[in-house]
């Protein structure tokens, strides 16, 4: 099966363009989240992750926490290559598992939902960010967007999930919070890195439940 196939989840693409990888030997921006410090390059591309307020239960997202906190104070950023790869082995990738069994209300299952959300990525590309690729799965995104000019990432995600919310809540009759707050985002490092991610959103949907 395509991955694009699968009914409950959309991958799309933006316009691209040149972009520049993470270089530690660059002036490095630190913009703090609600629980960790999120770190910045200008010009630089981010592997981005944002999901439903409901997509994880409450004791899981604890446990998590508390072991990734624990694990970050003897590992303080910014990290290296190795260090960064020990980190998502041990905690990034387990909780995209734990989001590919789509818990949840899972808006997204809905193809008019994922529509709405694909617009809102592509109308701001080629102006406040080059958009790379993206997949829309059922209570999560993944995506590969590097901001412009003076333009912040947080102000782009900021965007991204208040006018979906207003259009989904709207289109569907539903009232609340779609977005939980916190994102995650990693710099992107390399070409290689970035064909890498690439490759996680293309088969993305394949590691959803039929």
């Known amino acids: 099966?395509?991955?694009?196939?699968?009914?409950?989840?959309?991958?799309?693409?933006g316009k691209g363009g040149d972009y520049t990888w993470f270089d530690p030997t660059r002036a490095i921006g630190r913009a703090w989240g609600r629980y960790l410090p999120h770190w910045r390059q200008p010009g630089a591309i981010y592997f981005l992750t944002f999901r439903t307020a409901d997509s994880i239960p409450i004791d899981v997202l604890m446990t998590w926490r508390k072991e990734r906190d624990a694990w970050l104070a003897e590992h303080?950023?910014?990290?290296?290559?190795?260090?960064?790869?020990?980190?998502?082995?041990?905690f990034t990738e387990p909780m995209h598992r734990f989001l590919d069994e789509a818990h949840g209300e899972c808006p997204f299952r809905n193809s008019g939902a994922r529509e709405i959300m694909s617009s809102i990525f592509h109308q701001g590309d080629g102006a406040d960010y080059a958009l790379?690729?993206?997949?829309?799965?059922?209570?999560h995104v993944h995506v590969l967007v590097a901001p412009r000019g003076a333009t912040r990432?947080?102000?782009?995600?900021?965007?991204w999930k208040s006018v979906s919310a207003h259009r989904i809540n709207q289109r569907f009759d539903r009232s609340g919070?779609?977005?939980?707050?916190?994102?995650?985002?990693?710099?992107?490092?390399?070409?290689?890195?970035?064909?890498?991610y690439r490759r996680y959103i293309e088969n993305n949907p394949r590691r959803l439940p039929r």
């Open 76 to 90: 303080p950023k910014p990290h290296n290559a190795e260090t960064e790869r020990k980190f998502h082995e041990r």
């Open 153 to 159: 990432l947080s102000t782009v995600v900021r965007t």
């Open 132 to 139: 790379d690729a993206f997949v829309v799965m059922p209570n």
């Open 1 to 13: 099966m395509h991955s694009e196939e699968h009914p409950w989840a959309t991958v799309g693409r």
């Open 177 to 196: 919070g779609l977005w939980q707050l916190e994102s995650w985002d990693h710099l992107v490092r390399s070409q290689d890195h970035l064909e890498r």
